[in-house]
Nanobody, 128 residues
Framework: QVQLVESGGGLVQAGGSLRLSCVVS????????MAWFRQAPGKEREFVAI????????VYADSVKGRFTVSRDNAKNTVFLQMVNLIPEDTAVYYC?????????????????????WGRGTQVTVSS
């Protein structure tokens, strides 16, 4: 069905930056909100950022506001997560996810149940 493939993770020192990408196939990409979640060892998967189907509205978790930027290129079926000023607490597997509903308004942090398709994740490790 819908396939999502993340890339761009790696090992970086605190204060560094990374850009994650997620390429999507199998759906009408430009009509669905796209989000990023992350999961650290021993912790629950948590919301990071989301952008709506037009890349007009974005919502971020408090923990990443001012440091992460989510964007998308609908012509390339790709969503990005630009991460700067990384801290060790950002260490996690990062997942992208496609909304289960077309053209949903983005006004608040979503829940896991709002997404129908997930990538397999990319590891981000931030050292002290």
């Amino acid at each position: 069905q819908v396939q999502l493939v993340e890339s761009g993770g790696g090992l970086v020192q605190a204060g560094g930056s990374l850009r994650l990408s997620c390429v999507v196939s199998g759906n009408t990409f430009g009509l669905y909100a796209m989000a990023w979640f992350r999961q650290a060892p021993g912790k629950e998967r948590e919301f990071v950022a989301i952008t709506d189907w037009r890349d007009y509205r974005q919502v971020y978790a408090d923990s990443v506001k001012g440091r992460f930027t989510v964007s998308r290129d609908n012509a390339k079926n790709t969503v990005f997560l630009q991460m700067v000023n990384l801290i060790p607490e950002d260490t996690a597997v990062y997942y992208c996810a496609a909304d289960r509903q077309m053209q949903r308004a983005v006004t608040a942090p979503p829940g896991l149940e709002d997404f129908s398709s997930w990538g397999r994740g990319t590891q981000v490790t931030v050292s002290s």
